[in-house]
Protein backbone atom coordinates (compact mmCIF):
# COMPACT_ATOMS: atom_id res chain seq x y z
CA UNK A 1 0.00 0.00 0.00
CA UNK A 2 1.31 3.53 -1.26
CA UNK A 3 2.26 5.38 2.14
CA UNK A 4 1.07 9.15 2.67
CA UNK A 5 3.45 10.66 5.07
CA UNK A 6 6.77 9.18 5.56
CA UNK A 7 9.45 10.12 7.62
CA UNK A 8 12.42 8.44 7.84
CA UNK A 9 14.75 9.28 10.38
CA UNK A 10 14.45 13.07 10.45
CA UNK A 11 16.49 15.08 12.50
CA UNK A 12 16.10 18.84 13.05
CA UNK A 13 18.93 20.53 14.25
CA UNK A 14 18.34 24.67 15.76
CA UNK A 15 21.83 26.47 15.91
CA UNK A 16 22.06 28.11 18.93
CA UNK A 17 24.31 31.23 18.11
CA UNK A 18 25.60 33.45 21.05
CA UNK A 19 26.22 36.28 19.03
CA UNK A 20 24.55 37.32 15.94
CA UNK A 21 27.75 37.94 13.92
CA UNK A 22 28.04 34.09 14.43
CA UNK A 23 24.81 33.46 12.20
CA UNK A 24 26.55 35.67 9.76
CA UNK A 25 29.73 33.68 9.57
CA UNK A 26 28.14 30.73 9.17
CA UNK A 27 26.80 31.85 6.28
CA UNK A 28 30.06 32.54 4.68
CA UNK A 29 32.36 29.80 6.44
CA UNK A 30 29.82 27.03 7.12
CA UNK A 31 32.65 24.84 8.17
CA UNK A 32 34.05 26.76 11.13
CA UNK A 33 31.66 26.50 13.42
CA UNK A 34 31.49 25.67 16.86
CA UNK A 35 28.32 26.72 17.78
CA UNK A 36 25.99 24.77 20.53
CA UNK A 37 23.51 22.96 19.01
CA UNK A 38 20.29 21.94 19.66
CA UNK A 39 18.59 18.74 18.60
CA UNK A 40 14.77 19.11 18.31
CA UNK A 41 14.31 15.83 16.61
CA UNK A 42 16.29 13.10 16.86
CA UNK A 43 15.94 10.26 14.17
CA UNK A 44 12.41 10.45 13.88
CA UNK A 45 10.82 7.96 11.72
CA UNK A 46 7.07 6.91 11.06
CA UNK A 47 4.91 6.24 8.56
CA UNK A 48 1.43 7.05 7.74
CA UNK A 49 -1.48 5.20 5.81
CA UNK A 50 -3.76 7.50 3.71
CA UNK A 51 -7.09 8.39 5.64
CA UNK A 52 -5.18 7.48 8.89
CA UNK A 53 -6.17 10.42 11.65
CA UNK A 54 -2.64 10.74 13.85
CA UNK A 55 -2.62 12.39 16.98
CA UNK A 56 0.71 13.72 18.57
CA UNK A 57 1.19 14.02 21.65
CA UNK A 58 4.32 15.63 24.14
CA UNK A 59 5.07 18.03 27.00
CA UNK A 60 5.60 21.47 26.05
CA UNK A 61 9.15 21.81 24.01
CA UNK A 62 8.83 17.81 23.07
CA UNK A 63 9.25 18.85 19.64
CA UNK A 64 5.45 18.53 18.42
CA UNK A 65 5.37 21.88 16.35
CA UNK A 66 8.95 21.17 14.70
CA UNK A 67 7.26 17.99 13.65
CA UNK A 68 4.27 19.53 12.42
CA UNK A 69 6.16 22.66 10.87
CA UNK A 70 8.39 20.03 9.10
CA UNK A 71 4.99 18.42 7.93
CA UNK A 72 3.74 21.62 6.34
CA UNK A 73 6.62 22.38 4.96
CA UNK A 74 7.81 25.78 6.43
CA UNK A 75 10.76 24.10 7.75
CA UNK A 76 13.01 21.67 6.44
CA UNK A 77 14.53 18.71 8.04
CA UNK A 78 18.28 19.12 8.49
CA UNK A 79 19.04 14.89 8.23
CA UNK A 80 16.31 12.61 7.14
CA UNK A 81 13.86 11.91 4.54
CA UNK A 82 10.63 13.25 4.30
CA UNK A 83 7.99 12.14 1.97
CA UNK A 84 4.62 13.78 1.39
CA UNK A 85 1.80 12.27 -1.17
CA UNK A 86 -0.38 15.32 -1.48
CA UNK A 87 -0.92 19.04 -0.43
CA UNK A 88 -0.52 19.55 3.26
CA UNK A 89 -2.31 22.59 4.86
CA UNK A 90 -1.22 23.58 8.64
CA UNK A 91 -3.58 25.25 10.82
CA UNK A 92 -2.36 27.14 13.59
CA UNK A 93 -4.01 29.62 15.92
CA UNK A 94 -1.80 32.41 14.03
CA UNK A 95 -3.48 32.12 11.16
CA UNK A 96 -1.81 34.77 9.45
CA UNK A 97 -4.60 37.03 8.60
CA UNK A 98 -4.04 40.59 7.84
CA UNK A 99 -5.21 42.70 9.92
CA UNK A 100 -6.24 45.97 8.06
CA UNK A 101 -8.29 44.41 5.50
CA UNK A 102 -11.58 43.51 6.20
CA UNK A 103 -12.33 39.15 6.93
CA UNK A 104 -14.09 38.95 3.87
CA UNK A 105 -11.36 40.33 1.94
CA UNK A 106 -9.26 38.00 3.88
CA UNK A 107 -11.10 34.55 2.91
CA UNK A 108 -10.67 36.13 -1.05
CA UNK A 109 -6.86 36.58 -0.54
CA UNK A 110 -6.14 33.20 1.56
CA UNK A 111 -7.49 31.45 -1.18
CA UNK A 112 -6.00 32.91 -4.12
CA UNK A 113 -2.86 32.52 -2.09
CA UNK A 114 -4.17 28.82 -1.69
CA UNK A 115 -4.07 28.74 -5.29
CA UNK A 116 -7.88 29.09 -6.13
CA UNK A 117 -9.58 30.51 -9.07
CA UNK A 118 -11.91 33.47 -8.56
CA UNK A 119 -14.54 30.98 -9.41
CA UNK A 120 -14.20 28.47 -7.23
CA UNK A 121 -13.54 31.12 -4.31
CA UNK A 122 -16.91 32.72 -4.78
CA UNK A 123 -18.48 29.04 -4.98
CA UNK A 124 -17.01 28.65 -1.99
CA UNK A 125 -17.36 31.55 -0.10
CA UNK A 126 -21.08 31.01 1.36
CA UNK A 127 -19.84 27.70 3.45
CA UNK A 128 -16.81 29.64 4.28
CA UNK A 129 -18.89 32.23 5.90
CA UNK A 130 -21.14 29.91 7.40
CA UNK A 131 -18.80 27.63 9.53
CA UNK A 132 -16.54 30.66 10.40
CA UNK A 133 -19.90 32.04 11.73
CA UNK A 134 -19.39 35.61 13.01
CA UNK A 135 -22.16 37.32 11.12
CA UNK A 136 -21.38 41.07 10.41
CA UNK A 137 -18.10 41.32 11.88
CA UNK A 138 -17.03 39.43 7.81
CA UNK A 139 -17.03 43.18 6.94
CA UNK A 140 -14.82 44.55 9.68
CA UNK A 141 -11.45 44.76 9.49
CA UNK A 142 -9.59 41.55 11.04
CA UNK A 143 -7.92 43.71 13.53
CA UNK A 144 -11.09 44.57 15.51
CA UNK A 145 -11.54 40.73 15.75
CA UNK A 146 -11.35 38.55 19.02
CA UNK A 147 -8.71 35.87 19.24
CA UNK A 148 -11.67 33.38 19.04
CA UNK A 149 -12.97 34.85 15.95
CA UNK A 150 -9.71 35.21 14.07
CA UNK A 151 -9.20 31.30 14.74
CA UNK A 152 -12.56 30.86 13.31
CA UNK A 153 -12.25 32.35 10.42
CA UNK A 154 -8.36 30.73 9.52
CA UNK A 155 -10.04 27.53 10.85
CA UNK A 156 -13.04 28.12 8.14
CA UNK A 157 -10.29 28.80 5.77
CA UNK A 158 -8.00 26.13 6.15
CA UNK A 159 -10.28 23.41 5.76
CA UNK A 160 -12.19 24.61 2.74
CA UNK A 161 -9.16 24.81 0.50
CA UNK A 162 -9.24 21.10 -0.46
CA UNK A 163 -6.29 19.81 1.67
CA UNK A 164 -5.71 16.45 1.51
CA UNK A 165 -3.62 16.33 4.60
CA UNK A 166 -4.60 18.05 7.55
CA UNK A 167 -2.13 19.35 10.28
CA UNK A 168 -3.89 20.91 13.00
CA UNK A 169 -1.52 22.51 15.69
CA UNK A 170 -3.65 22.98 18.97
CA UNK A 171 -6.25 25.29 17.04
CA UNK A 172 -9.23 24.51 18.58
CA UNK A 173 -8.12 25.11 21.79
CA UNK A 174 -9.50 28.32 21.53
CA UNK A 175 -12.86 28.00 20.33
CA UNK A 176 -15.87 27.55 22.77
CA UNK A 177 -17.39 24.35 22.80
CA UNK A 178 -19.62 24.60 19.75
CA UNK A 179 -16.87 25.65 17.36
CA UNK A 180 -15.32 22.51 18.79
CA UNK A 181 -18.22 20.35 18.21
CA UNK A 182 -18.33 21.62 14.67
CA UNK A 183 -14.57 21.23 13.79
CA UNK A 184 -14.48 18.13 15.16
CA UNK A 185 -17.50 17.10 13.19
CA UNK A 186 -16.09 18.58 9.73
CA UNK A 187 -12.61 16.41 10.80
CA UNK A 188 -15.38 13.59 10.64
CA UNK A 189 -16.37 14.39 7.31
CA UNK A 190 -12.67 15.00 6.30
CA UNK A 191 -11.70 11.26 8.03
CA UNK A 192 -14.87 10.32 5.86
CA UNK A 193 -13.37 11.51 2.38
CA UNK A 194 -10.06 9.06 3.38
CA UNK A 195 -8.15 12.59 4.00
CA UNK A 196 -5.01 12.20 6.49
CA UNK A 197 -5.01 14.41 9.28
CA UNK A 198 -2.32 15.32 12.41
CA UNK A 199 -4.08 16.31 15.15
CA UNK A 200 -2.21 17.88 17.65
CA UNK A 201 -3.64 18.54 20.92
CA UNK A 202 -3.18 18.39 24.77
CA UNK A 203 -6.89 16.75 25.01
CA UNK A 204 -6.57 13.30 26.13
CA UNK A 205 -10.55 13.06 25.53
CA UNK A 206 -10.58 14.20 21.62
CA UNK A 207 -7.49 12.33 20.93
CA UNK A 208 -8.89 8.85 22.17
CA UNK A 209 -11.83 9.83 20.32
CA UNK A 210 -10.81 10.58 16.81
CA UNK A 211 -7.26 9.31 16.62
CA UNK A 212 -6.48 5.55 14.89
CA UNK A 213 -2.93 6.01 16.15
CA UNK A 214 -0.86 8.13 18.87
CA UNK A 215 2.52 9.09 18.14
CA UNK A 216 3.84 10.40 21.71
CA UNK A 217 6.92 12.67 21.41
CA UNK A 218 9.70 12.99 23.78
CA UNK A 219 12.26 15.59 24.12
CA UNK A 220 12.82 14.99 20.31
CA UNK A 221 12.27 11.59 20.06
CA UNK A 222 9.71 9.10 19.66
CA UNK A 223 9.06 7.60 23.11
CA UNK A 224 6.09 5.60 22.06
CA UNK A 225 3.64 4.81 19.38
CA UNK A 226 0.94 2.86 18.01
CA UNK A 227 -3.03 2.40 19.06
CA UNK A 228 -4.75 5.93 20.57
CA UNK A 229 -6.23 4.15 23.78
CA UNK A 230 -3.27 2.49 24.94
CA UNK A 231 -0.68 5.49 24.02
CA UNK A 232 -3.01 7.75 25.58
CA UNK A 233 -3.21 5.84 28.95
CA UNK A 234 0.27 5.59 29.14
CA UNK A 235 0.81 9.14 28.61
CA UNK A 236 -1.60 10.26 31.17
CA UNK A 237 0.20 8.28 33.42
CA UNK A 238 3.25 9.78 32.67
CA UNK A 239 1.71 13.01 33.25
CA UNK A 240 0.05 12.12 36.35
CA UNK A 241 3.30 10.82 37.51
CA UNK A 242 5.26 13.73 36.38
CA UNK A 243 2.80 15.96 38.08
CA UNK A 244 3.78 14.53 41.61
CA UNK A 245 7.32 15.01 41.19
CA UNK A 246 8.80 18.12 43.80
CA UNK A 247 9.42 20.76 42.17
CA UNK A 248 13.31 19.57 42.17
CA UNK A 249 12.58 16.49 40.99
CA UNK A 250 11.23 18.12 37.79
CA UNK A 251 13.47 20.68 37.26
CA UNK A 252 16.56 17.83 37.09
CA UNK A 253 14.42 15.64 35.15
CA UNK A 254 13.88 18.49 32.31
CA UNK A 255 17.48 19.80 32.92
CA UNK A 256 18.82 15.80 31.93
CA UNK A 257 16.38 15.30 29.09
CA UNK A 258 17.47 19.11 27.49
CA UNK A 259 21.33 18.05 28.46
CA UNK A 260 20.85 15.51 26.05
CA UNK A 261 19.25 17.67 23.31
CA UNK A 262 22.34 20.65 23.43
CA UNK A 263 25.45 19.13 21.63
CA UNK A 264 28.30 20.75 21.31
CA UNK A 265 29.10 20.27 17.79
CA UNK A 266 29.74 16.28 18.76
CA UNK A 267 27.61 15.06 16.47
CA UNK A 268 28.58 15.36 12.56
CA UNK A 269 25.83 17.10 11.18
CA UNK A 270 25.98 17.16 7.47
CA UNK A 271 25.82 20.27 6.02
CA UNK A 272 23.24 20.70 3.50
CA UNK A 273 25.77 23.17 1.45
CA UNK A 274 26.85 21.95 -1.16
CA UNK A 275 30.29 22.85 -2.06
CA UNK A 276 30.11 24.90 -4.77
CA UNK A 277 31.52 23.18 -8.23
CA UNK A 278 34.74 23.95 -10.39
CA UNK A 279 32.34 23.83 -13.22
CA UNK A 280 30.06 26.06 -11.17
CA UNK A 281 32.74 28.72 -10.18
CA UNK A 282 33.69 28.97 -13.75
CA UNK A 283 29.86 29.81 -14.75
CA UNK A 284 29.65 32.63 -11.92
CA UNK A 285 33.06 34.30 -13.00
CA UNK A 286 31.88 34.11 -16.72
CA UNK A 287 28.88 36.07 -15.56
CA UNK A 288 30.67 38.67 -13.44
CA UNK A 289 32.90 39.33 -16.48
CA UNK A 290 31.10 41.54 -18.77
CA UNK A 291 29.87 43.87 -16.55
CA UNK A 292 33.19 44.48 -14.89
CA UNK A 293 34.60 44.78 -18.51
CA UNK A 294 31.93 46.92 -19.96
CA UNK A 295 32.38 49.17 -16.22
CA UNK A 296 36.19 49.72 -17.31
CA UNK A 297 34.98 50.71 -20.82
CA UNK A 298 33.12 53.59 -19.46
CA UNK A 299 34.92 55.05 -16.95
CA UNK A 300 37.83 54.91 -19.39
CA UNK A 301 35.01 56.43 -21.92
CA UNK A 302 35.93 54.45 -25.04
CA UNK B 1 19.60 20.79 -13.41
CA UNK B 2 16.95 23.70 -13.99
CA UNK B 3 18.41 26.92 -14.58
CA UNK B 4 17.21 29.17 -11.70
CA UNK B 5 16.69 32.36 -14.42
CA UNK B 6 14.22 30.02 -16.21
CA UNK B 7 12.31 28.88 -12.99
CA UNK B 8 11.95 31.66 -11.17
CA UNK B 9 11.05 33.86 -14.26
CA UNK B 10 8.35 30.94 -15.14
CA UNK B 11 6.76 31.27 -11.41
CA UNK B 12 6.27 34.61 -12.29
CA UNK B 13 4.38 34.03 -15.92
CA UNK B 14 2.39 31.36 -14.75
CA UNK B 15 1.25 33.51 -11.51
CA UNK B 16 0.46 36.23 -13.48
CA UNK B 17 -3.20 36.65 -12.48
CA UNK B 18 -1.81 36.05 -8.76
CA UNK B 19 0.48 39.07 -8.54
CA UNK B 20 -1.89 40.90 -10.16
CA UNK B 21 -4.25 40.23 -7.43
CA UNK B 22 -2.25 40.50 -4.90
CA UNK B 23 -0.88 43.65 -5.68
CA UNK B 24 -4.38 45.16 -5.55
CA UNK B 25 -5.07 43.71 -1.98
CA UNK B 26 -2.00 44.87 -1.07
CA UNK B 27 -3.54 48.72 -1.71
CA UNK B 28 -6.39 48.28 -0.09
CA UNK B 29 -4.69 46.93 3.28
CA UNK B 30 -2.49 49.97 2.60
CA UNK B 31 -5.01 52.73 2.61
CA UNK B 32 -8.27 50.82 4.51
CA UNK B 33 -7.70 52.76 7.38
CA UNK B 34 -7.95 56.28 5.61
CA UNK B 35 -10.90 58.19 4.42
CA UNK B 36 -9.81 59.21 1.21
CA UNK B 37 -8.67 55.47 0.67
CA UNK B 38 -6.93 55.02 -2.92
CA UNK B 39 -6.90 58.41 -3.44
CA UNK B 40 -4.46 58.82 -1.40
CA UNK B 41 -2.04 56.96 -4.24
CA UNK B 42 -2.86 59.99 -6.58
CA UNK B 43 -2.60 62.57 -3.76
CA UNK B 44 0.42 61.66 -1.92
CA UNK B 45 2.86 62.54 -4.93
CA UNK B 46 0.79 65.45 -6.31
CA UNK B 47 1.58 67.12 -3.07
CA UNK B 48 5.40 66.39 -3.24
CA UNK B 49 5.24 67.41 -6.85
CA UNK B 50 4.11 70.57 -6.15
CA UNK B 51 6.44 71.20 -3.81
CA UNK B 52 9.43 70.13 -6.07
CA UNK B 53 7.67 72.51 -8.43
CA UNK B 54 6.54 75.67 -5.42
CA UNK B 55 10.69 75.73 -4.73
CA UNK B 56 12.40 75.10 -7.75
CA UNK B 57 9.62 76.18 -10.36
CA UNK B 58 8.61 79.78 -8.72
CA UNK B 59 10.97 80.58 -5.48
CA UNK B 60 14.49 79.65 -6.68
CA UNK B 61 13.73 79.15 -10.28
CA UNK B 62 16.57 76.72 -11.42
CA UNK B 63 18.58 77.80 -14.87
CA UNK B 64 17.27 76.20 -17.86
CA UNK B 65 18.97 72.50 -18.64
CA UNK B 66 19.95 71.99 -22.52
CA UNK B 67 17.30 74.85 -23.32
CA UNK B 68 14.82 72.63 -21.45
CA UNK B 69 12.94 74.47 -18.30
CA UNK B 70 14.03 73.52 -15.30
CA UNK B 71 11.30 72.31 -13.86
CA UNK B 72 10.07 70.49 -16.93
CA UNK B 73 13.83 68.49 -16.36
CA UNK B 74 13.23 67.88 -12.70
CA UNK B 75 10.26 66.36 -13.13
CA UNK B 76 10.91 63.93 -15.65
CA UNK B 77 13.45 62.39 -13.64
CA UNK B 78 11.77 62.80 -10.00
CA UNK B 79 8.49 60.70 -11.04
CA UNK B 80 10.32 57.84 -11.82
CA UNK B 81 12.57 58.06 -8.43
CA UNK B 82 9.09 58.25 -6.97
CA UNK B 83 8.49 54.92 -8.35
CA UNK B 84 12.22 53.69 -8.18
CA UNK B 85 13.11 54.41 -4.32
CA UNK B 86 10.18 52.55 -2.50
CA UNK B 87 9.83 49.73 -5.00
CA UNK B 88 13.62 49.14 -4.20
CA UNK B 89 13.10 49.90 -0.47
CA UNK B 90 9.71 48.09 0.18
CA UNK B 91 10.76 44.98 -2.23
CA UNK B 92 14.08 43.69 -0.63
CA UNK B 93 11.72 44.16 2.92
CA UNK B 94 8.92 42.05 1.49
CA UNK B 95 10.18 38.79 1.79
CA UNK B 96 11.29 39.26 5.67
CA UNK B 97 7.96 40.82 5.95
CA UNK B 98 5.69 38.03 4.72
CA UNK B 99 7.49 34.64 4.57
CA UNK B 100 5.61 33.89 7.85
CA UNK B 101 2.40 34.16 6.29
CA UNK B 102 3.55 32.81 3.12
CA UNK B 103 5.41 29.76 4.51
CA UNK B 104 2.44 27.57 5.48
CA UNK B 105 0.92 27.48 2.21
CA UNK B 106 2.36 26.44 -1.42
CA UNK B 107 2.90 29.82 -2.26
CA UNK B 108 6.28 30.64 -4.84
CA UNK B 109 7.94 33.13 -2.73
CA UNK B 110 9.50 34.88 -5.74
CA UNK B 111 6.22 36.73 -6.34
CA UNK B 112 6.71 38.68 -3.29
CA UNK B 113 8.99 41.16 -4.44
CA UNK B 114 7.30 41.34 -7.72
CA UNK B 115 3.64 41.80 -5.79
CA UNK B 116 5.21 44.70 -4.60
CA UNK B 117 6.77 46.35 -7.14
CA UNK B 118 3.18 46.31 -9.10
CA UNK B 119 1.38 47.51 -6.00
CA UNK B 120 3.86 50.77 -6.52
CA UNK B 121 3.39 50.63 -10.06
CA UNK B 122 -0.24 51.72 -10.02
CA UNK B 123 0.72 55.14 -8.56
CA UNK B 124 3.44 55.59 -10.94
CA UNK B 125 1.29 55.29 -13.80
CA UNK B 126 -0.50 57.93 -12.78
CA UNK B 127 2.07 60.42 -12.35
CA UNK B 128 3.38 59.33 -16.10
CA UNK B 129 -0.04 60.54 -16.88
CA UNK B 130 0.66 63.77 -15.17
CA UNK B 131 4.18 63.75 -16.48
CA UNK B 132 2.53 63.55 -20.11
CA UNK B 133 0.24 66.54 -19.21
CA UNK B 134 2.90 68.78 -17.85
CA UNK B 135 5.26 67.99 -20.88
CA UNK B 136 1.90 68.64 -23.25
CA UNK B 137 1.75 72.35 -21.26
CA UNK B 138 5.60 73.35 -21.81
CA UNK B 139 4.60 72.89 -25.66
CA UNK B 140 7.10 69.91 -25.86
CA UNK B 141 6.88 68.64 -29.45
CA UNK B 142 5.80 64.68 -29.95
CA UNK B 143 8.72 62.89 -31.44
CA UNK B 144 9.63 59.84 -33.15
CA UNK B 145 11.90 59.35 -30.08
CA UNK B 146 9.16 59.46 -27.47
CA UNK B 147 9.00 55.42 -28.67
CA UNK B 148 12.08 55.06 -26.65
CA UNK B 149 10.40 55.56 -23.70
CA UNK B 150 9.22 52.38 -23.55
CA UNK B 151 11.91 50.33 -24.12
CA UNK B 152 13.41 52.49 -20.99
CA UNK B 153 10.60 51.07 -18.81
CA UNK B 154 11.66 47.57 -19.64
CA UNK B 155 15.16 48.48 -18.54
CA UNK B 156 13.60 49.97 -15.55
CA UNK B 157 11.10 46.75 -14.69
CA UNK B 158 13.72 43.96 -15.45
CA UNK B 159 16.33 45.63 -13.37
CA UNK B 160 14.34 46.29 -10.38
CA UNK B 161 13.00 42.54 -10.86
CA UNK B 162 16.39 41.44 -10.83
CA UNK B 163 17.86 43.47 -7.84
CA UNK B 164 14.49 42.50 -5.58
CA UNK B 165 15.17 39.31 -6.15
CA UNK B 166 18.87 39.81 -5.16
CA UNK B 167 18.32 41.67 -2.38
CA UNK B 168 15.05 40.68 -0.57
CA UNK B 169 17.22 37.21 -0.12
CA UNK B 170 19.84 39.23 1.05
CA UNK B 171 17.87 41.16 3.60
CA UNK B 172 16.03 38.09 4.82
CA UNK B 173 19.61 36.56 5.88
CA UNK B 174 21.19 39.79 6.89
CA UNK B 175 18.64 42.45 8.35
CA UNK B 176 21.64 45.07 8.44
CA UNK B 177 21.48 45.11 4.69
CA UNK B 178 17.96 46.71 4.57
CA UNK B 179 19.28 49.73 6.64
CA UNK B 180 22.16 49.76 4.15
CA UNK B 181 19.81 49.65 1.33
CA UNK B 182 17.95 52.36 2.70
CA UNK B 183 20.87 55.32 3.22
CA UNK B 184 21.95 54.09 -0.19
CA UNK B 185 18.85 54.70 -1.74
CA UNK B 186 18.97 58.11 0.10
CA UNK B 187 22.48 58.89 -1.32
CA UNK B 188 21.27 57.74 -4.97
CA UNK B 189 19.02 60.84 -4.80
CA UNK B 190 21.68 63.23 -5.28
CA UNK B 191 24.27 60.86 -7.13
CA UNK B 192 21.90 60.41 -10.08
CA UNK B 193 20.89 63.29 -12.30
CA UNK B 194 17.86 63.97 -10.98
CA UNK B 195 17.78 67.20 -8.72
CA UNK B 196 20.80 68.56 -11.03
CA UNK B 197 22.79 67.82 -14.59
CA UNK B 198 26.05 66.24 -14.28
CA UNK B 199 27.73 68.03 -17.28
CA UNK B 200 28.25 70.17 -13.86
CA UNK B 201 30.54 67.52 -12.73
CA UNK B 202 32.30 67.11 -15.61
CA UNK B 203 33.16 71.16 -16.08
CA UNK B 204 34.78 70.78 -12.95
CA UNK B 205 36.45 67.60 -12.22
CA UNK B 206 36.60 66.25 -16.36
CA UNK B 207 34.71 63.63 -17.74
CA UNK B 208 35.90 60.21 -15.55
CA UNK B 209 34.04 61.59 -12.08
CA UNK B 210 31.22 61.49 -14.27
CA UNK B 211 31.42 58.09 -15.97
CA UNK B 212 32.00 56.94 -12.36
CA UNK B 213 28.70 58.32 -11.53
CA UNK B 214 27.30 56.77 -15.03
CA UNK B 215 28.01 52.91 -13.11
CA UNK B 216 24.92 53.61 -11.19
CA UNK B 217 21.83 51.81 -13.08
CA UNK B 218 20.04 54.00 -12.48
CA UNK B 219 22.03 57.15 -14.00
CA UNK B 220 21.26 55.00 -17.43
CA UNK B 221 17.55 54.75 -16.97
CA UNK B 222 16.59 58.21 -15.79
CA UNK B 223 19.23 59.81 -18.70
CA UNK B 224 17.16 57.24 -20.91
CA UNK B 225 14.06 58.72 -19.78
CA UNK B 226 15.04 62.63 -20.57
CA UNK B 227 16.54 61.55 -23.95
CA UNK B 228 13.15 60.03 -24.92
CA UNK B 229 10.84 62.84 -23.91
CA UNK B 230 13.20 65.91 -24.79
CA UNK B 231 14.44 64.12 -27.79
CA UNK B 232 18.19 63.25 -26.93
CA UNK B 233 20.02 60.64 -28.18
CA UNK B 234 18.97 57.32 -29.42
CA UNK B 235 19.01 54.00 -27.15
CA UNK B 236 21.49 52.95 -28.95
CA UNK B 237 24.00 55.32 -29.80
CA UNK B 238 25.77 54.99 -26.93
CA UNK B 239 26.68 51.19 -27.29
CA UNK B 240 29.16 50.48 -24.56
CA UNK B 241 26.51 52.18 -21.59
CA UNK B 242 23.97 49.98 -23.09
CA UNK B 243 25.68 47.39 -23.07
CA UNK B 244 26.98 47.65 -19.29
CA UNK B 245 23.82 48.12 -17.94
CA UNK B 246 22.57 44.81 -19.53
CA UNK B 247 25.05 42.70 -18.86
CA UNK B 248 24.81 44.21 -15.09
CA UNK B 249 20.97 43.44 -14.78
CA UNK B 250 21.71 39.87 -16.34
CA UNK B 251 24.20 38.97 -14.01
CA UNK B 252 21.97 40.16 -10.96
CA UNK B 253 18.84 38.39 -12.16
CA UNK B 254 21.54 35.33 -12.36
CA UNK B 255 23.41 36.10 -8.81
CA UNK B 256 19.54 36.53 -7.88
CA UNK B 257 17.74 33.63 -9.03
CA UNK B 258 20.24 31.43 -7.89
CA UNK B 259 20.41 32.76 -4.82
CA UNK B 260 16.48 32.73 -3.91
CA UNK B 261 15.88 29.06 -4.77
CA UNK B 262 19.41 27.99 -2.60
CA UNK B 263 17.81 30.09 0.38
CA UNK B 264 14.33 30.37 0.18
CA UNK B 265 13.17 26.28 1.68
CA UNK B 266 15.48 27.99 5.05
CA UNK B 267 13.86 31.40 4.85
CA UNK B 268 12.19 30.47 8.09
CA UNK B 269 15.23 29.58 9.87
CA UNK B 270 16.60 33.07 9.51
CA UNK B 271 14.10 35.45 10.93
Redesign the interface.
Known amino acids: MNKKVVFENVVKV?ELYSKRSD??AS?IMPKKRENKKFVALNQVSFEVNPGETIGIVGLNGSGKSTVS?IL?????PTEGKVIMNG?P??I?I?A?L?G???GL?NV??KC????LTKKQIEERLPDILDFADIGDYIYQ?VKNYSSGMKSRLGFAISVHTDPDILIIDEALSVGDSTFTEKCLNKMNEFKEQGKTIFFISHSAGQMRKFCDRVIWLHYGTIKMMGESDKIIDQYVRFTKWFNKLSKEEKKKHKNEMLAKQIQENKVPVKNKQEKLSFLELIK?IL??I??VV??I?????? | MKNPVVQVLKEQIDNWDLIYRMALFEIKGMYQIHYLGTFWQFLNPAIQIAIYWFVFGTIRAGSDVDGTPYFLWLIIGLIPWFFISPSIVQSSNSVHQKIGLVSKMNFPVSLLPTIRIFSNSFQYMIMTGILALIAILYGVEPSIKMFQFIYYLICLYIFLFAFSLLSSTISTLVRDFQMFLQSMMRMLLYLTPILWDTSLVTDKFGPVVENILKLNPFFYIIDGFRNSILGGEWFFEDVVYGLYFWSLTLALLYFGSKIHLKFRKDFVDYL
Open positions: FKILNGGVIQESLASGNSLTEELMMHGPNILPPMALLILGV
